[in-house]
């Protein structure tokens, strides 16, 4: 199965700073996802990333605070700016392929505002 | 908006024990999904299920998806320890790339 490389693994950033995560797959996927999960709990939908456009948000996340780029189909990132310590959470990125079951994600990025 | 509640939120139980997660909605889902994420980890796909009915076994795992195709089962005979972590469903409302809906989680711990 595809594996799905995530970096940073986890950073500790200052409050009005912006880190930028990346995703990277071995094999060229026909959708990629952000998510965002507090520890022990379920997953939020940021955004698909799209291919050579721009990202489609859900509701309450918008482009200026998360941008995100797919140049390709094998690489994604998503940046955090301007953060805060609301923003403090784990970041997933994830991967559908076309006949495939379910998801791949990524191992995450463990994000502490201070 | 579709739902999905997750129960129970937290199980701890001995090893040996057997427990089931259940993962309920009102709504329709084309497919069903169940995850186990492990801390520092990502969510790791278990099974899919797609037909109303549908029984698949995965080891000590059993999966069932409702025959109305709103509901989940995750059955787990004699719990290891290494069984610990957290269950995640998720359902797929349309055939091909749909939105996932997540349920809340189960964490389950395993004990020696």
């Known amino acids: 199965s595809a594996v799905i490389s995530q970096k940073p693994s986890r950073d500790i950033c200052q409050r009005g700073t912006s880190l930028t995560i990346q995703c990277q797959v071995d094999?060229?996927?026909?959708?990629m996802f952000w998510y965002r999960q507090q520890p022990g709990q379920s997953l939020t939908l940021i955004a698909t990333?799209?291919?050579?456009?721009?990202?489609?948000?859900e509701s309450g996340f918008v482009i200026d605070k998360f941008p995100i780029s797919r140049p390709n189909l094998t690489f994604s990132t998503l940046t955090v700016s301007n953060m805060s310590p609301e923003d403090s959470s784990i970041y997933l990125c994830?991967?559908?392929?076309?006949?495939?079951?379910?998801?791949?994600f990524g191992s995450g990025t463990r994000l502490t505002v201070v | 908006t579709q739902l999905l509640e997750q129960s129970p939120q937290f199980l701890s139980i001995q090893e040996g024990e057997n427990l089931t997660v259940y993962c309920n909605s009102s709504?329709?889902?084309?497919?069903l999904q169940w995850y186990r994420q492990e801390p520092g980890e990502g969510p790791v796909l278990l099974v899919t299920?797609?037909?109303?009915?549908e029984v698949k076994k995965l080891k000590r795992l059993t999966f069932q998806f409702g025959d109305a195709r709103k509901d989940s089962s995750l059955h787990i005979t004699a719990a290891q320890p290494g069984d610990t972590g957290l269950y995640l469903c998720a359902g797929a409302p349309g055939s091909g790339y749909s939105t996932l809906t997540f349920g809340k989680g189960t964490m389950l711990l395993v004990s020696p």
């Open positions: 094999s060229q996927v026909t959708m």
């Open positions: 709504s329709v889902f084309s497919s």
């Open positions: 990333a799209n291919q050579g456009s721009e990202a489609t948000y």
């Open positions: 994830s991967g559908w392929w076309r006949g495939q079951g379910g998801y791949t």
């Open positions: 299920v797609v037909t109303g009915g």
